[in-house]
Structure formats: C-alpha cells, structure tokens
C-alpha cells in the first residue's frame, strides 16, 4: 500500500536526518583513543547519561511495537516494565558501584574478575547475539513508516537506513551516540505525545471514547491472574519482566556502559534516577497510544487496516490522518526511538568485541590505534549483520514485534543473569561451580528452545510458554551452582570489591 509522498514531511525528516550526520562528524575529530570511542573519556553529567539511557532502551520497539500489541491484545505486555521502579533501586544501591571501581568499560569484565574466562565469554557472546537480534527487529520497525512515506522496497529501506545509522555511530563513537540520544529522547517523547493528542482530538468523545470502548472490549487488561505456566498470564509476563531489568540493569553493556561513562557515582546513580522515573509513564503512553488507535479504526473503519500487519497501523495513521509536515515530526521521532538503540547496540558490541574477546586474547601487543581500528571494522560488521537479520523478520509472520522481542529475550537469554546475581549477592560461588552450572543450564536452555520450535517429540516436550524459559533456565543455573559449591574444595578467594559482603575499602568515584 502506497501513500502520496508530501514534501513537507520530506523536509522535516531530511532536517532531523541532517542533524544527526552533523553531530557524527563533530564528534568524529575527537576519537583518537578508544577511552573517548569506548566512554567519552569518563566525562558525562547524569542528566545526559540519564536522558542517553531513555532513548536507548526506549526503541521503535517501542514507538511501534508496544501500540501494536495494545492495538492486537491488550496491556498484558506492560507488566514486563511495572517492575522497573524496584529493580531500579537495586541497581542505584548495589549495581552502579561494582561496575565504577576499577574503570571497567564492560560489563563482562566483572564476569572475568568474578568467575574467570569462561563465563565472561559467554556473557560476551551472549549479548552479541541478543543485541544483533534485538537490533535487526528494531531496523526491521523503524523502515514500515519509511516504505509506507516513500513506497520504496522494504529491503532498500533496511539497507539505506542501516547504512546511514552505522555512519554517524562510527564516525563519532560514544560521545556521537549519548548526543545523538538526548535529542531523540526528546523527539520521540514529543512525538508519542503528539499522536496520542491528534488521535484523541479525532474522536467525538476525545479521551472518555478510548477509556470507554477500551474498557468495553476488556484492552487495559494485564491480563489472567491465574497461575498457567502455558499462557502469558500477569505473572507469567511480571516474573519476565523481574528477569530482564536485572540484566538489563545489572549486566547489559549498554547500560554498563553509561554507567562508567558519566563522571562520577553520584552522576551515574542520577543518570539511572531519571531514566527510571521518565520510562514507566513513557511505556504507558505508548500502550495507551495502541488502545487509542484501536477505538479510532472501531469508530472509523478503514478496510485498508485489516490487510496491515499490527506494527503498521501506526505508521498508516501518522501519513493517512496526520498533517504534512506535522506527520514528519512523528516519523523522525520513529526514526529517533530507532536510531538511540541502534546506534548505542553498535557501539556496545564494537566495545565487546574488542575489550572481552581481542585484548584478552591477543598474544601479540597491540597499538591503541589498532583497537581504535579494529573497533569501526567490527562496527561495519555489525551494520552488515543487523540489516539482513531486519530483511528475514520483514519476511516472517508475527503477533507483533514486541511479542518477537519477549520471546527472543526469554530463550536466548540464557543464564546471564543468574551469573551477575549469584556473582554480587554470594561468596560462595567460585570459577568452577558457576562455569559447570552455566554449561548445563545451557544445554538445558538449548532443550527448551528446540522443544518451542517443535522439534522434539510431545512426549519429551516440557510444554511451557516461551515467557517461562528465561526463569526456568536462571533459576536452574542458580540452583546447580550452589550445589555444585558444596563439592567444590574451599579455596581463599579475594573478593574484594566483587561482592556486597566484600566491599572495597577505597570509596568508589
């Protein structure tokens, strides 16, 4: 389905689309080591890292995909993020300060101090591989409302804008990205608001009409109470969500990340602060933004809604309903929600690769430049990756991309954050118990996912929601680890610093 294309929604995103070039060359003359690539130099205040944190986490997934599944289902989805606040608090209290001590740009760094080679590894490895995925959803999203503006293919969309994205974050490194972050967390934040007013001004009974017909056909629900390990169930998707903002906030590198570019604890605590208190209500918008467009397209049928998929009837309403030039606000804040995850997942995987997988591995010395080089190589690989995965899940059936994105993080999320929490909270667990526990909470991990893809016969099939897998395999890597401790020949560990039972006697900065 094609829509005319109109020049003043051309010129307001060819505007935000110039901005963000003129910042990736800007910064591109300062990046002359990898400590400025990598952390900005450690040099950031809180309210840009905080403002950075919103729009990297707050993705088209989120602009798209979140009004798509309220749209289709209803809030249940929400649940995932009603936590955030608890966990939040953790991390200020107990996170932030392991990751400040001792200038660790990666997250995975800790794993090594903590356990040894092995697990930082796969800590590694498995976050190169969910953020490639998560990546490509995201492109994926951000070219429906280019191909729907432009008519274009949606394989040339993928390519163009992954090409241009890929530019700005290789040119300009971190300090290019956090920028690059807090104008588009301001853009997509105007822009959600902005299509929840024009949809509500187009109702006759404005607000009340959503609440009403929303309600009538049960779309605020957060769904059943019951207790089915088969269904996406609240507590199915709460337990989920527990799961994920403890990675996220204690152990994902693009947090990580953030946490050790700002200049000091209090700045980063600060920074987690205000993400934290910004994103719940933003997450509500956007559901409620979904919810909205339902009632919109029940009062006002438009036959060419049902031939969309979910992820596209936003889209549509921005160029169908919304005004030239106003509409093209809306799509660069799209484009914004994207390009702050993207931008950040590229940097963060070159930032990996180099401090987790080459310096620890490199016999021969090597020159900064060369990791400098090797960072923006590793970067256009990454590009490379991210723009095929988004051309096969353009191709693919889905609910919805936020459901896509649950799924994937419950089954490829692996063990992770069972390695940081057992690693912050415990003294017990060594090197060898927790890499023995990992391996098998892995294969058992693999089990799980071949069994969802209908692979094993039913009579070997745990029958368990894809939502559960993430829960089952940490809590059966914890579960291993202790008792694979209790085997273990007790040895004197210095771990100073590592865990909250051994803090460092020097204040952390």
């Known amino acids: 389905m094609e829509l005319e294309i109109r020049l003043l929604d051309i010129i307001a995103v060819l505007f935000y689309l110039v901005a963000m070039i003129s910042i990736g060359v800007y910064f591109s003359r300062r990046n002359t080591t990898t400590e400025e690539y990598f952390v900005g130099n450690r040099s950031f205040p809180g309210w840009v890292i905080g403002l950075s944190m919103l729009g990297t986490i707050i993705s088209s997934a989120t602009f798209l995909a979140l009004p798509a599944a309220a749209y289709v289902l209803d809030w249940r989805q929400l649940s995932v993020n009603l936590v955030l606040p608890f966990v939040a608090i953790v991390a200020i209290i107990v996170f932030i300060p392991f990751f400040r001590q001792g200038n660790l740009t990666s997250a995975f760094e800790y794993l090594g101090r903590r356990y040894g080679v092995a697990p930082r590894l796969y800590g590694a490895i498995s976050f190169i591989v969910l953020q490639l995925i998560r990546m490509a959803q995201i492109l994926f999203l951000v070219a429906l409302p280019i191909q729907f503006l432009t008519g274009a293919p949606i394989e040339l969309v993928i390519i163009v804008s992954g090409i241009f994205i890929a530019f700005y974050t290789i040119a300009g490194g971190i300090e290019a990205v956090i920028w690059t972050d807090v104008i588009q967390a301001f853009i997509l934040i105007f822009g959600g608001l902005l299509s929840f007013i024009i949809i509500a001004m187009d109702l006759p009974g404005g607000i009340g009409q959503i609440i009403d017909i929303g309600m009538a056909h049960d779309k605020f629900s957060l769904g059943s109470f019951d207790w089915d390990l088969t269904e996406r169930t609240f507590w199915t998707v709460t337990i989920l969500g527990i799961i994920n903002w403890l990675m996220i906030y204690g152990g994902d590198q693009n947090m990580v990340q953030r946490y050790a570019a700002a200049r000091s604890m209090k700045e980063a605590r600060k920074a987690t602060a205000l993400y934290s208190i910004i994103a719940l209500p933003m997450w509500v918008l956007f559901f409620f933004v979904g919810t909205s467009l339902f009632v919109y397209y029940t009062t006002f049928p438009d036959p060419n809604v049902n031939g969309l998929q979910p992820d596209q009837v936003l889209p549509y309403f921005i160029l169908n309903k919304i005004p030239a030039g106003v509409a093209g606000i809306v799509i660069s804040a799209v484009l914004a929600a994207a390009m702050s995850s993207l931008d950040s997942g590229i940097n963060a995987i070159s930032t990996v690769c180099v401090i987790d997988l080459m310096k620890p591995n490199e016999t021969k010395k090597r020159s900064d430049k060369y990791y ?77 996912g071949i069994g969802l893809l209908g692979w094993l016969p039913a009579s070997i099939t745990l029958h368990i929601h894809s939502y559960w897998v993430g829960a089952i395999v940490n809590g059966l890597f914890i579960i291993l680890a202790f008792v694979f401790s209790f085997f273990q020949r007790k040895k004197d560990m210095d771990l100073t610093g590592l865990t909250v039972w051994t803090p460092n006697k020097t204040p952390v900065q």
């Open 372 to 448: 400098l080089r090797s960072a923006r190589l590793i970067a256009l690989a990454v590009t490379v990756l991210v723009i095929l995965g988004a051309i096969t899940f353009s191709k693919i059936e889905k609910e919805s991309m936020n459901d896509v994105s649950l799924i994937v993080t419950s089954i490829f999320g692996g063990c992770l954050m069972g390695l940081f929490m057992l690693g912050f909270f415990t003294r017990r667990i060594n090197g060898t118990s927790a890499t023995i526990a990992m391996i098998m909470a892995i294969l058992f991990n693999i089990y799980l």
